[in-house]
């Protein structure tokens, strides 16, 4: 998920006075909301890995009853990077290396290295008000591919802690111990006493070029640390996020939001162009329009109900197949709305701040889930327990 800094800076750069007050017709009824917390911003930076995994653990303290929690992300990005670094050495290089991620390496932390409250690591050391990581992944990039190619011959015992410097002189250093409403913490007995047990939780895509029912790598740029997600039909992806938020469960959910339908006014819709092109007298409004106009009269639209895709398994396959489909950004389902025509929209917190026209908040419909997903994090309780047998959860 690395392009959604690319995502990130350009909402800022477009979002004027003007584009933030736009006027929607859309009117959503919430039919289920779940509780979550507050819209926070990733800036300009490519985490939204983190920023949405945390905010569904969030999302799972208050499902539990644990009370309302702010979590570090730039603990985890701190310890990410590190993690990656060793990683890119030992491959000699041919890893990603940059500011991406995914739900697993959320996990993976809190797990191994525990967790730590907001206040206790915001991750801001460099002059900054707000989250910018640029100079840093720059900085961090072209260390370790100076040392990836052994310029002495074989790796010094130094450069660990030369690397380690780089990230913490940004981010800061992850305690040891800290205090927090007066009690002392480690972050691995903080994150004990939160009572998250990582186990309870399974990644799940839907893809046919690897078996259904069985484990399988996602072959994206962002999964480095090679973790692997579960592979289910399609109605049954989607029949898990509709079980997930009907149970009380919310989802994070990593997709492709470089696509037309998914604007930056708070609405994603999958539409059907072809069907649109040739809707009745309708029809000589795109004849001669060059594809880029065709995308611009369509961009007009998207205000509004429109067609949709009918989405298949095909269609699915055959965007990830051709890179049409890509690991962009990740974000939080927490909720199902209607429309003004009855149809089914998901609830999504966003970690762009709260310019947009919902103040952060996204109503992305069923189509543009099944067809853009990439994958989603989900509590193995709420999936259907039909589905749990096959995967023998």
Same mark, same amino acid.
């Given at each position: ?37 507050? !819209?926070?911003?990733q ?21 539990? &009853? ?47 290295? &525990?967790?730590?409250?907001?206040? !206790?690591?915001?991750g ?12 840093m ?7 370790v ?72 790598a ?13 592979? @289910? ?44 092109? %040739? ?5 000589e409004?795109? @004849? &001669? ?9 369509l ?15 095909e ?12 690991d ?24 762009? &701040? %709260? ?39």
């Amino acid at each position: 998920m690395n392009r959604t800094i690319i995502s990130a800076i350009t909402l800022a750069i477009t979002f004027s006075p003007v584009l933030a007050q736009a006027e929607s017709t859309y009117v959503f009824t919430p039919v289920k909301e779940l509780q979550i917390t507050s !819209v926070k911003n990733q800036n300009r930076t490519g985490t939204c890995w983190c920023f949405a995994t945390l905010s569904y653990m969030e999302s799972e303290l208050l499902r539990m &009853g644990k009370g309302e929690y702010d979590l570090s992300e730039m603990f985890v990005v701190n310890l990410s990077y590190k993690d990656k670094a060793g990683k890119y050495v030992r491959t000699g290089g041919k890893l990603n290396f940059a500011q991406g991620g995914s739900f697993d390496d959320v996990r993976y932390v809190i797990e191994h290295y &525990g967790i730590v409250p907001e206040t !206790v690591q915001p991750g801001l050391n460099y002059g900054e008000d707000m989250h910018v990581h640029g100079e840093m992944e720059k900085a961090a990039a072209g260390y370790v591919k100076v040392i990836a190619e052994k310029p002495n011959g074989k790796l010094s015992t130094a450069w660990k802690k030369g690397f380690d410097g780089i990230i913490d002189a940004y981010l800061g250093e992850t305690p040891r111990t800290f205090t927090y409403e007066g009690k002392t913490y480690t972050p691995q007995s903080f994150a004990k006493e939160l009572g998250l047990n990582m186990s309870d939780y399974v990644v799940l895509t839907s893809y046919t070029h690897h078996p259904f029912y069985a484990p399988f790598a996602l072959e994206i740029p962002d999964n480095w640390r090679w973790t692997e997600s579960y592979n @289910i039909p399609l109605n049954e992806l989607m029949g898990t996020i509709r079980n997930a938020i009907q149970t009380g469960y919310t989802v994070a959910w990593a997709s492709d939001v470089s696509e037309t339908g998914f604007t930056s006014n708070g609405i994603g819709i999958a539409p059907d162009v072809q069907a649109i092109e %040739t809707s009745g007298s309708d029809q000589e409004r795109w @004849i &001669g329009l060059s594809a880029k106009e065709k995308n611009e009269e369509l961009r007009k639209r998207l205000d509004k109900p429109l067609q949709e895709l009918s989405v298949t398994q095909e269609m699915r396959q055959e965007g990830y197949d051709n890179l049409q489909t890509t690991d962009d950004h990740a974000m939080h389902i927490y909720g199902i709305a209607k429309d003004q025509t009855g149809k089914d929209f998901f609830m999504v917190k966003n970690s762009w &701040g %709260t310019a947009s026209h919902y103040k952060g908040h996204w109503y992305v419909s069923e189509a543009f889930v099944a067809h853009k997903t990439i994958n989603i994090l989900v509590h193995k309780d709420a999936v259907p327990r039909a589905i749990r047998a096959k995967l023998k959860l």
